[in-house]
């Protein structure tokens, strides 16, 4: 019987639409303490070193050491000298890969869906079903692309701090992925028929990969007369992915649950292709802060410092049915409605510093600022449908950092935030340790650094770098990220999971 072309390759889309969903906004993963290049450069490991007018984001109580006259011996890294400092652009980008989206599509991108033109008989269209399966069958709202940017100014005036920002954070992913009515029209015994068609015009080795239990699964699912020549097929070619990496063997139950739904669906009403639920959810948020912030030195060893944010932010929000017939532009149709909110945002600080060593504590967004989320009425099928886009809080976080100055030009800093902090992807959030180390040498700064995700484990260490060119008092500076030993593969090309990109240009008086 034909397979509808159309069935399958829209199926697929809905993996490959939440990947470009994710590019039409500004976005990050990761919560916001990468205010700057140098930040950035160091794997973010700065509160304790931070000497610029970054200072004001990234913990204010460092301003309370700045522009303070006379000599002293723990002033280890020269912040009474800075007067006067402007980050006059800072601008960042980056990708971030999470979960096994990478995996799926590198499946996905090697089916080629004419083959569903011909009939399932063809063993080609047999393994293309199958592999499909495995994929779509695990796929989850973990799964997801998202692209990253931020731009912004910050400027020091003696113990003040002033800036703009702009920063924001999107996600797509499939919501319900509806794998039951895809239309097929195919009564059983015709799928019982093609596959044993399929058989004769292929030579096969016998399978290992099905256990007993998915066997039993798949008798129920066709529920005809004898069918383990069909069985045993289809292990045959589940054998086959396995071993050729099509598929990993992790992924077996899925590829048989999916199978199984297909066929114990298929030919019935309810598998009309105008019923099917697959849907696209798209969550952004983007926001321009305006942050003033004020240090105060209570001694030369120890600072207090403030932050006070005036936060405009922009809520979007939508969840897009694939196979709606009312549909006509889905990237459009992301960003047609949002909600605008005002609030404000209040980090605190600490800083305590002796000869050698400087120590601090730094709390972000201490009030969880919220900005509300809205209904939103879609017209499915002819229909109007209410989603609710949530509320956008960005949690707050509480970071202790220690660095090392044993000379001025020399450091070695490592942080930790203590809380886990939610994104604008369902259940996934970050909470980062990192290292960072710089060496100054007059004309050109040295920046090395890493950092982990302690709260997920599907991206492990990242590397990040950068260099500083200092010409009196201007300073250019360029920093990057990427992970170092987790990668994906598509289109027979291997792409990190996470890398970032930040350049900035300073005065420091």
């Known amino acids: 019987m034909l397979i509808q072309p159309s069935t399958f390759s829209r199926v697929s889309k809905a993996v490959l639409l939440s ?11 990761e919560n916001i ?5 140098r930040g950035i450069s160091l794997g973010g490991a700065t509160v304790a070193s931070v000497d610029d007018a970054a200072a004001g984001l990234v913990n204010p109580a460092a301003l309370g050491f700045m522009a303070s006259k006379g000599e002293s011996d723990v002033d280890n890294n020269g912040l009474g000298e800075h007067a006067f400092g402007w980050n006059m652009v800072e601008i960042g980008l980056g990708a971030t890969l999470t979960g096994d989206l990478g995996d799926y599509l590198e499946i996905l991108g090697g089916i080629d869906f004419d083959n569903f033109e011909t009939q399932l008989d063809q063993p080609e269209s047999v393994k293309n079903l199958l592999s499909m399966a495995g994929a779509l069958g695990n796929v989850s709202d973990r799964d997801t692309i998202v692209l990253n940017a931020s731009a912004g100014t910050a400027m020091q005036i003696g113990h003040f701090g002033i800036g703009v920002r702009a920063f924001g954070q999107m996600g797509g992913w499939i919501n319900d992925l509806d794998l039951v009515r895809l239309g097929l029209g195919i009564a059983v015994s015709d799928i019982v028929d093609d596959l044993r068609d399929a058989m004769a ?9 099905l256990s007993d239990s998915q066997k039993e699964q798949l008798r129920d699912a066709f529920n005809s007369p004898p069918v383990e020549d069909v069985i045993n097929y289809i292990d045959s070619k589940v054998t086959e992915l396995i071993e050729n990496g099509t598929i990993g063997s992790g992924q077996i139950q899925a590829a048989i649950d999916t ?4 066929i114990e669906n298929s030919g019935g009403v309810g598998d009309l292709l105008s019923n099917n639920r697959t849907s696209i959810t798209g969550r ?3 926001a321009v802060e305006v942050p003033v912030s004020y240090g105060y030195a209570v001694n030369d060893n120890f600072s207090l410092g403030v932050t006070a944010k005036a936060l405009f ?5 939508t969840q897009v049915w694939v196979f709606n017939d009312d549909n006509t532009d889905i990237l459009e149709d992301s960003l047609d409605t949002s909600n605008d909110s005002v609030t404000f945002g209040l980090d605190l600080a600490a800083m305590y510093r ?18 509300d989320g809205y209904d939103q009425e879609i017209l499915l099928n002819g229909v109007l449908e209410t989603i609710r886009v949530p509320d956008v809080v960005l949690d707050p976080q509480v970071t202790v950092g220690a660095a090392w100055i044993p000379v001025k030009r020399f450091m070695l800093e490592s942080d930790l935030e203590l809380l886990e902090t939610g994104t604008i992807l369902n259940n996934y959030n970050v909470q980062r340790l990192s290292f960072g180390t710089e060496l100054d040498l007059s004309l050109v700064a040295l920046r090395l650094g890493t950092y982990k995700n302690l709260a997920e484990a599907d991206i492990g260490w990242v590397l990040t770098g950068g260099v500083g060119f200092n010409l009196w008092a201007l300073s250019v500076d360029i920093g990057a990220a990427i992970s170092i030993d987790d990668t994906v593969v598509y289109d027979g090309t291997e792409y990190p999971r996470t890398a ?10």
């Open 313 to 317: 932010g922009r809520v979007y929000g």
């Open 500 to 509: 970032r990109l930040h350049a900035g240009i300073g005065l420091t008086f």
């Open 354 to 371: 002796i000869p050698k060593f400087q120590f601090a504590l730094v709390g972000h967004n201490l009030n969880s600022p919220r900005f």
């Open 19 to 29: 990947a470009i969903l994710c590019g039409s906004a500004a976005a990050t993963i």
């Open 33 to 37: 303490s990468f205010s700057d290049t």
């Open 259 to 262: 199978l199984s739904s297909i």
């Open 201 to 209: 015009s292929d030579t096969f080795d016998p399978g290992s990969a």
């Open 284 to 286: 952004a948020f983007a």
